[in-house]
């Protein structure tokens, strides 16, 4: 396979970068609403106790650390000997919007251990299906965009409709549950809803993806395309990839890390609407709160990457986050609105946490071609896709843990019960604290990540 080394960023097609930003819209919604609702819909709707509902939003996410090296094997495969990932995408968009419907549309027959069983199987079919997109998804970058610059540039709007994606599902996927009378119905409505917008978002990203790879690239820059690989041949590639790639180490556990933290923040948002501020559309505000200013700073981040290079402004947005996170602990105390202003913070810095370690993926990638003669792009792709679902999975697992052993109380009405005090502070613990040390954690792996753009655009300089 031939890699589109030298061209100019501003070659890329504008279908193909309209395409790519576009795809967001559905690793967006499957990455926001099941990590928003699922846990409580499981425990507030369904009557599922937390540390079941513990095992069910997680038992699928070890499926993906199965089943995701598997798929980058298999595109990288299908790359090689069709120049092209989009049987893939199309695959996963088609597939996605049915089963994602049927996760949220429990028959009124189950409840209990029933209904969680119907969840888990479900929510393991449709993080297969969605890895079958996700993957090659996350792959194209090194393919799209040939420079440590240009990769930046090229993941700034994706990551803009990424933060429109999440606020409009965060936000718009409880008002439609809620406008469909709420209850088994309301989120039976609302996931039929959002998988349909999910799997729209996935075919524009396959409608945008090349035909072909670039073939017009130097002889010295072709690099061979593995063979197609069985499951555990796909994996032990995989873990080959975390053995030899220190780069690739320190920035999955740099990512994985933030995923926690931010898929508890984002578990712990309704537990927090309900049951710490009295109401549960606060959820929407938190919502909006965090992901909004994403929107406005991202020409900033774009630019402070370009000043500082993608890892400081990282290690920056890191410690913000952390700090952001940490004041919410005075909820504890003091309930109120003024919990809106430190999760504007979190926002600013959730926008870097996401744009910069996507940039230095395909760099990692490149990097790597370039070293082995060996395209590994989908095989890091889907141990980095494995990485990130089981991050954003286990942020509810912990809260739910959490939750469990601070005495939650669940229920199957509407009625909201009251909980012990012990639960209250789990809560707010689980939405602050929790987050902020996850963040500042990830500071240790990001500190061992060397690849400055002089390594990356320069063959001379010392490899990943």
Do not use: N
């Not at 396959?206 to 790879?213: E, S």
Request: net charge positive; with cysteine.
């Amino acid at each position: 396979m031939m890699r589109a080394m030298g061209h100019p960023d501003d070659a890329i097609p504008r279908r193909t970068l309209t395409g790519y930003a576009l795809g967001s819209v559905g690793t967006g919604g499957f990455g926001t609403l099941p990590g928003l609702v699922l846990a409580y819909y499981l425990t507030d709707t369904l009557g599922v106790a937390a540390g079941v509902a513990g095992l069910v939003v997680t038992v699928p996410k070890v499926w993906d650390v199965i089943i995701d090296p598997f798929v980058g094997a298999r595109s990288d495969a299908s790359a090689a000997r069709r120049g092209s990932r989009r049987p893939f995408l199309l695959a996963g968009a088609l597939t996605v919007p049915l089963l994602f419907a049927a996760m949220f549309a429990t028959p009124g027959a189950l409840d209990g251990a029933w209904a969680a069983f119907w969840v888990v199987v479900t929510f393991l079919a449709t993080a297969t299906a969605y890895s079958l997109f996700q993957v090659p998804y996350i792959a194209l970058p090194a393919e799209i965009a040939p420079t440590y610059a240009a990769r930046t540039r090229l993941l700034a709007p994706r990551i803009a409709v990424l933060a429109v994606a999440i606020l409009a599902f965060g936000a718009g996927g409880p008002l439609i549950r809620d406008a469909a009378g709420g209850g088994r119905a309301g989120y039976a409505v609302m996931g039929l809803v959002c998988g349909i917008v999910v799997g729209l978002g996935m075919l524009a990203a396959w409608w945008g993806a090349p035909r072909r790879a670039a073939v017009d690239a130097p002889a010295d820059d072709v690099v061979a395309a593995p063979r197609p690989q069985r499951r555990g041949e796909a994996l032990h590639a995989g873990l080959a990839a975390l053995r030899e790639l220190r780069a690739f180490r320190a920035l999955l556990g740099t990512f994985v890390l933030q995923a926690l933290a931010t898929g508890a923040m984002l578990a712990t948002a309704q537990y927090v609407a309900t049951y710490t501020l009295g109401s549960e559309d606060a959820v929407t505000y938190l919502f909006v709160a965090l992901v909004a200013p994403a929107l406005v700073v991202m020409p900033l981040a774009t630019r402070l990457a370009r000043r500082v290079g993608k890892q400081r402004a990282l290690v920056g947005s890191s410690v913000l986050f952390a700090v952001a996170t940490a004041t919410l602990v005075v909820l504890c105390w003091s309930p109120g609105p003024w919990v809106y202003a430190p999760v504007a913070v979190a926002g600013v810095a959730y926008a870097g946490m996401q744009l910069y370690p996507l940039a230095m993926l395909p760099d990692v990638a490149a990097v790597d071609a370039r070293e082995r003669g060996v395209d590994r792009a989908g095989v890091l792709g889907g141990v980095w896709t494995a990485g990130e679902t089981a991050g954003l999975a286990l942020g509810p697992t912990l809260v739910l843990g959490l939750l469990a052993v601070t005495g939650f109380v669940s229920r199957t009405g509407d009625e909201v019960v009251a909980q012990p005090g012990s639960a209250m502070t789990g809560i707010v613990i689980a939405f602050s604290a929790l987050p902020a040390l996850l963040a500042v954690a990830s500071l240790v792996p990001l500190s061992r990540y060397r690849l400055t753009a002089d390594v990356v655009d320069h063959p001379t300089e010392v490899p990943a």
